[in-house]
């Protein structure tokens, strides 16, 4: 996350290095601290036109950047940042001195949804794969009568391509009961934070580390049952 949120600010990155774990409104407080640390006042920002580039999500991305002439005041103080990615943008802290807490969830959000969406979708698979092992590949169609043609085509092939809301459902009501205690609940907790981030919001820390450690435990008490099966 801290890429989006410092941009080439190394010295924001310091400054929030300790706190990323905590709840994205704290992470607010604390731009809002560095904004005064710098200088920074709404007052100021707002002379310098900085509540017009805050809209403008990256419609500046010349390389090097052009910086239009009523912006220089705002380059020069270290309010505006660019990068190849997304061009150039209003600095975190100076959003939040604005009090645009709206644009800095949308920065938040921006910098978790590579890794929360990789997260869940390896969570996805990893579950697929176990019940494949245990039940075999045909699981999908076997547990549910999937009325969607192509879907049960692609079923049939491949069983890792189950979305989680049929595999929550199969969890819920098909699957035996020891398997709904291992899987279900990291599948059902998966499928919400992948809702959360694929509507444009950011997640908590504490709900990402539940679900990571959710899993961890899942796959210890998979290793667990096939080692008792090979001692057998």
């Known amino acids: 996350m801290l890429p989006n949120i410092s941009g080439g600010d190394s010295q924001l990155t310091r ?7 905590a709840s994205n409104q704290f992470i607010i407080e604390r731009l809002k601290a560095y904004a005064e640390e710098r200088g920074w006042t709404k ?23 052009h910086v239009p002439q009523p912006l220089y005041k705002l380059w020069a103080s270290g309010a505006l940042q660019w990068s190849d990615e997304h061009g150039l943008e209003l600095h975190s802290a100076a ?3 604005l009090g645009c807490d709206d644009i800095l969830r949308y920065r938040l959000w921006r910098g978790q949804m590579p890794l929360v969406l990789s997260t869940v979708n390896h969570i996805r698979l990893s579950i697929c794969e176990a019940l494949s092992q245990e039940y075999d590949r045909d699981w999908p169609l076997r547990w549910r009568d999937i009325e ?24 819920e009501r098909c699957a035996g009961a020891a398997t709904r205690h291992r899987w279900h609940d990291l599948a059902r907790k998966a499928k919400a934070m992948r809702n959360t981030i694929a509507h444009y919001r950011p ?19 998979l290793k667990g049952a096939a080692k008792r099966r090979i001692e057998i």
């Open 15 to 21: 400054h929030l290095w300790e706190d990323i774990g």
């Open 43 to 65: 007052t100021e920002l707002l002379g310098w036109d900085a509540l017009e580039i805050s809209l403008l999500h990256g419609h500046y991305r010349d390389c090097p950047p």
């Open 95 to 97: 959003l939040a001195c």
């Open 148 to 171: 969607d043609e192509q879907l049960k085509q692609e079923l049939g092939r491949d069983p890792n391509v189950c979305e989680f809301p049929e595999l929550v459902s199969i969890l």
């Open 203 to 221: 997640v908590e820390f504490p709900m990402f580390q539940e679900l990571w450690n959710m899993h961890q435990c899942a796959q210890q008490s």
